[in-house]
Every structure is written in C-alpha cells, then in structure tokens.
Nanobody, 116 residues
Framework: QVQFVESGGGLVQPGESLRLSCVAS????????MGWYRQAPGKQRELVAG???????NYANSVKGRFTISRDNAKNTVYLQMNSLKPEDTAVYYC??????????WGQGTQVTVSS
C-alpha cells in the first residue's frame, strides 16, 4: 500500500493563495490518476481536483478557475495551487488515487483555514 504525506496548509485570509504538496511512498505513475480531496467539518469528503498520468486534469465546479493540480512523477509528488481562497474552502485536504481501484489508506491531511 501507498502512504501519502500532505503539507502546505495554513491559515490565510480570503483572496490569498496556498500551495499544497503530497508526497507518495512509491511511484505515482504506478498509482495512476491522482486526486486532491477535502473534508469540511460535518461534511463528506469530496474530490476537488484530479490529474491523470498524462496530465489531463478535472476540477469540481466550486474550484474551477481558482485551483490548479499538477504532478511531478520524478518526485512522486502531487501539488494543488489554490488561489483566490474563500472561507468555504476551509477543510482538511488529502491526496489519494482518484478511483476506487487505486486508492490507499488516507493520510493525515493538511488543514486549510480561510478566515479574516
């Protein structure tokens, strides 16, 4: 199984930016499509962005135009650039495989708090 270590979260004001990183314990090329997820208090975990091995991306409507997912296969790392952050983006952010067949146990995630 794969272990994921997420980092880069923090407390920011509305409109500011953060860049999250997720390092996998083995080759993300072997995992396949990767995703960033988030879970806000009292809500289910949701997929916010995904990226295939070939670099094709997809986004939740709520983050389109503000978030950018990317991957560095040589570093086994997936990134999430988050711009124009809003209070409703407040959540714990996780990375994992994008599909049921390529998921592993969840990491600890990284907390993002957007508040003035």
């Amino acid at each position: 199984q794969v272990q994921f270590v997420e980092s880069g979260g923090g407390l920011v004001q509305p409109g500011e930016s953060l860049r999250l990183s997720c390092v996998a314990s083995r080759s993300i090329l072997s995992i396949g499509a990767m995703g960033w997820y988030r879970q806000a208090p009292g809500k289910q975990r949701e997929l916010v962005a995904g990226v295939t091995n070939g670099g094709t991306t997809n986004y939740a409507n709520s983050v389109k135009g503000r978030f950018t997912i990317s991957r560095d296969n040589a570093k086994n790392t997936v990134y999430l650039q988050m711009n124009s952050l809003k209070p409703e983006d407040t959540a714990v952010y996780y990375c994992n495989g994008q599909y049921p067949h390529n998921k592993s146990p969840w990491g600890q995630g990284t907390q993002v708090t957007v508040s003035s």
